[in-house]
């Protein structure tokens, strides 16, 4: 898991998660409120899911923030 503060200051905890069809997501949850949003990686299982996420710079993080999508679980 790790942390991203966004461009209002927010902190935002990012963990894995698994979308449809085998697809790994990012899971953002905002730490002061009830907001969790999703955004789609490359990887296909959750052990490359979990590189990816330990080597994406924090701005590479923010970017998928700003492309989330809300969650609807």
Do not use: C, K
């Not at 907001?35 to 701005?59: G, M």
């Amino acid at each position: 898991m790790r942390t991203v503060t966004d461009e209002r200051g927010r902190a935002w905890d990012v963990a894995i998660g698994r979308g449809s069809y085998g697809t790994a997501l990012l899971m953002f949850s905002l730490r002061t409120d009830n907001e969790n949003r999703t955004s789609l990686l490359a990887s296909e299982t959750v052990r490359d899911a979990e590189r990816e996420l330990a080597a994406l710079s924090d701005e590479a993080l923010r970017r998928h923030l700003a492309d989330s999508q809300p969650w609807e679980g």
